[in-house]
C-alpha cells in the first residue's frame, strides 16, 4: 500500500507559486520522498526526491519537513503546461520499487 | 536518462487472447518494472523484472496471467494472457538508473 496522502485536487493561476502536500507520517529512516507527475496520456516523469534535506532543482522545490512525516513539493511559477497529476511517493531504497498513491490533480489555470 | 520505447502502442482485443507488450531500453539497467493503470486510476506495481532472473509479482499478480521475460539488460516483455474486458488498461513499463525511475510511454490495451 501506498504510504502517502495527499489532497485529491488542487487550482493555482498561472505564474502563481503551486504548493503542493504530502502526508507520511509512517515513513521509515531508509526511505526517501519522490515526487513525480502524470500529464495526461504520458507516462509519469520524475520531478524530484530527498531524504531529509530541501532539495531544488531545475523544476521544483522540495521541503521535507524535520520530523520527516510531510513534505512540500513547490512549482515557483505555475504554467498552464503544469496541469498534471503529481504524485507524492515514499520510497525504499533497498527496492527501488515505487508505490503511487492517488495523487493530486493540479489545474493551472489563466 | 533513458529512452524507453513500447510496443505496441495500443491495441484492441478479444476476450480469451492473450497480448505480449515490448519494452525497449537505449541503455543496460539491472531493473526494470511493470506497471498497469487502468482507466482513471494510479499506478499499480506488477513486477520487478531482473535480467537473469524470475520476476518477483505483487500481491494480485501471477505469473500465469502476467508472464514476463527479461532476456537481456535492454529489453523485457509483459504478456497479458486470457485477457477479459477488466484488463484494459495502460500498461508502463519503467527502469532504474541512478535512484530516477524513468517510464515507457505506455501500452493501451482495449479488451472487446
Known amino acids: 500500500d501506498a504510504k502517502t496522502t495527499q489532497p485529491p485536487s488542487m487550482d493555482c493561476a498561472e505564474g502563481r507559486a503551486a504548493n503542493l502536500p504530502c502526508n507520511h507520517s509512517t515513513i521509515s529512516g531508509n526511505e526517501y520522498v519522490y515526487w513525480y507527475r502524470q500529464i495526461h496520456s504520458q507516462g509519469p516523469q520524475y520531478i524530484i526526491h530527498g531524504l531529509k534535506n530541501n532539495e531544488t532543482n531545475e523544476m521544483a522545490s522540495l521541503i521535507i519537513t524535520e520530523d520527516r512525516k510531510s513534505s512540500t513539493l513547490i512549482l515557483p511559477h505555475a504554467t498552464l503546461r503544469d496541469t498534471a497529476v503529481y504524485y507524492c511517493i515514499v520510497r525504499d531504497y533497498n527496492t527501488d520499487k515505487l508505490i503511487f498513491g492517488t495523487g493530486t490533480r493540479l489545474q493551472v489555470f489563466p | 536518462s533513458a529512452v524507453i520505447s513500447q510496443k505496441p502502442s495500443r491495441d484492441i482485443c478479444q476476450r480469451g487472447t492473450s497480448l505480449t507488450i515490448q519494452c525497449q531500453v537505449d541503455?543496460?539497467?539491472?531493473?526494470m518494472f511493470w506497471y498497469r493503470q487502468q482507466p482513471g486510476q494510479s499506478l499499480t506495481l506488477i513486477a520487478t523484472?531482473?535480467?537473469?532472473?524470475?520476476?518477483?509479482?505483487e500481491s494480485g499478480f501471477v505469473i500465469d496471467k502476467f508472464p514476463i521475460s527479461r532476456p537481456n539488460l535492454t529489453f523485457s516483455t509483459l504478456t497479458v494472457s486470457n485477457m477479459s474486458p477488466e484488463d484494459s488498461s495502460i500498461y508502463l513499463c519503467?527502469?532504474?538508473?541512478?535512484?530516477?525511475?524513468?517510464f515507457g510511454p505506455g501500452t493501451r490495451l482495449t479488451v472487446l
Open positions: 541503455s543496460q539497467v539491472t531493473m
Open positions: 523484472a531482473n535480467q537473469g532472473s524470475e520476476a518477483t509479482y
Open positions: 519503467s527502469v532504474d538508473i541512478y535512484n530516477e525511475q524513468f
